[in-house]
């Protein structure tokens, strides 16, 4: 099975580009193209979050305009910058801007794939109450071999910044983790890099950002802000797997 993972695109209308200085709707629409042409094809295409940058129903309409083309299913992860009322209204096409968390698993190529949703409203680190934790111990007892793509890492990344905002209050999660010895992979965003980090019998992945890369150390300015983004191009990462075995490598696009 073949999964593309399309990472933080922090989308915003084209009158409103640029993002941190990248045209983030120009590198999705990019992302697509190329993700229609690899072969093997993809199953299935999980975007981990960040979709838009700003909450807006304007924001979601480009992202739904520019994923027209894209030829494979498309399930979303929420993070920081999502804004689920109003993604429930416009991706989900539900009638009520319903605020509840958005977390689901599916079943593909005999893997379960369990997406969840990290975000804490208001908070740019994430965070996981009980109600899911206790439904995603039981979608990890079906015996298939599964993956979770998730926005926040569960786990720090080694860089002082980044780990401040990672999923906090982790340990229920890593314990239901550990116990799981048919989790092999965790797919996740926020970060912008690529890092890995081994959890005894599975792997946390980050991937780049599909719209605009992360500084390790943010540059200060005079100012005392900082600028956190860097010109590198988009990428995205690409993950094939079978059973307990996977492989996995970046692409990096030309903008
Ligand atoms: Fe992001
Ligand atoms: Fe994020």
Redesign the pocket.
């Known amino acids: 099975m073949r999964i593309v993972q399309l ?2 695109p ?1 989308i915003v209308p084209a009158a409103q580009q640029p993002v941190h200085g990248q045209d983030t709707l120009e590198r999705l629409r990019a992302a697509v193209n190329a993700v229609n042409q690899l072969s093997p094809s993809p199953d299935l295409v999980v975007m981990t ?2 979709q838009i ?1 700003d909450g807006t129903e304007a924001s979601y309409r480009a992202v739904k305009d520019v994923l027209t083309p894209l030829r494979f299913p498309c399930h979303m992860a929420m ?3 999502d804004y689920r009322p109003v993604f429930r209204r416009v991706m989900l096409e539900e009638p009520e801007a319903a605020s509840a968390p958005y977390y689901y698993a599916l079943d593909r190529s005999g893997h379960r794939i369990i997406v969840l949703d990290t975000q804490d409203e208001g908070e740019v680190s994430g965070r996981l109450e009980d109600d899911q934790l206790d439904w995603l111990e039981r979608e990890l007892s079906s015996g298939l071999p599964s993956v979770i793509c998730m ?1 926040h890492p569960p786990v720090p990344v080694g860089v002082a910044w980044m780990d401040e905002l990672i999923l906090l209050d982790n340990a229920r999660f890593l314990r239901i983790c550990a116990a799981a010895d048919t989790l092999h992979l965790i797919l996740c ?4 890099h690529d890092f890995r980090m081994d959890l005894g019998h599975a792997t946390v992945l980050t991937a780049p ?1 599909v ?2 890369q ?1 500084r390790k150390d943010p540059v200060i300015r005079p100012d005392g802000s900082r600028v956190i983004a860097t010109d590198e191009p988009a990428a995205f990462r690409i993950v094939d797997i079978d059973g307990p075995r996977w492989k996995t490598s970046i692409h990096h696009l030309s903008l």
């Open positions: 990472s933080d922090h979050g960040d940058n993070g920081n910058h926005h965003g926020h970060v912008h950002s719209g605009l992360f």
